[in-house]
């Protein structure tokens, strides 16, 4: 298996712009999971599904933060407008559950997003 | 989920064994301790987790105290590429969010 694959790896973009980030879970997973990454906060989760729909969003930062999962093999993360505050690395992360147990999660390699 | 609590670095000699302690004073008896560890530039890696008992598996052992108010990650031969950040985190058996601290950073020194 590839693993959890997010694109692009990185994104350089002006302040304002829309910024779309891309996550295919590993395939047979029914979470899925976004992480932000800062130096000054850490590992943050955002937002995560479970069976393409979202349980838990209480880690949106704000209404300019918006995550779908159309199907069960991709997911995106807007942020629109981004602001220079939105600078950092956003990991995707799935697992498997069993029997309503939680599983450990697979992280994909990050997007490090950088808005000037 | 119960908080933990890591020391903030730790230096290792190549080939020698890792002890990275954890405290969790607080968790419950349904909570797992789980380790991750994130090395420079890449995503969290699953190490192990466990309930009660003492783990083990390829990469690495638990160590949980009887009373479950700590633990041991044991990296028995530890290498270089082992240098990472290390969580240490409590998870309770059936959610699925997993709260990162600020981790141990451990240096695997030649």
């Known amino acids: 298996d590839a693993g959890v694959i997010q694109s692009p790896r990185h994104e350089v973009t002006e302040m304002g712009q829309e910024v779309t980030l891309r996550c295919k879970p590993i395939?047979?997973?029914?979470?899925l999971f976004w992480y932000r990454q800062t130096m000054m906060r850490g590992l943050e989760l955002l937002i995560y599904?479970?069976?393409?729909?979202?349980?838990?969003d209480s880690g949106m930062p704000e209404d300019r933060f918006s995550a779908k999962m159309p199907n069960a093999s991709f997911s995106t993360l807007k942020i629109q407008p981004s602001e220079p505050r939105d600078s950092a690395v956003y990991f995707c992360a799935s697992s498997p559950s069993k029997g309503g147990e939680g599983y450990e999660q697979y992280f994909g390699p990050g997007t490090r997003l950088t808005v000037t | 989920d119960a908080k933990t609590t890591q020391p903030p670095s730790m230096d290792c000699a190549e080939g020698r064994a890792a002890n990275l302690p954890c405290n969790h004073s607080?968790?419950?008896?349904?909570?797992?301790v789980y380790w991750y560890r994130q090395i420079h530039s890449q995503g969290p890696q699953y190490i192990i987790h466990?309930?009660?008992n003492n783990e083990t598996n390829e990469m690495a052992s638990l160590i949980i105290t009887e009373d479950r108010k700590s633990s041991t990650l044991i990296l028995p031969h530890a290498t270089l590429r082992d240098t990472a950040v290390y969580y240490c985190i409590v998870r309770s058996r059936y959610g699925n969010k997993l709260v990162f601290g600020a981790g141990t950073i451990l240096r695997v020194k030649s």
């Open positions: 599904f479970n069976n393409n729909v979202p349980i838990d």
């Open positions: 607080t968790i419950s008896g349904n909570e797992y």
């Open positions: 466990g309930l009660k």
């Open positions: 395939s047979g997973h029914d979470y």
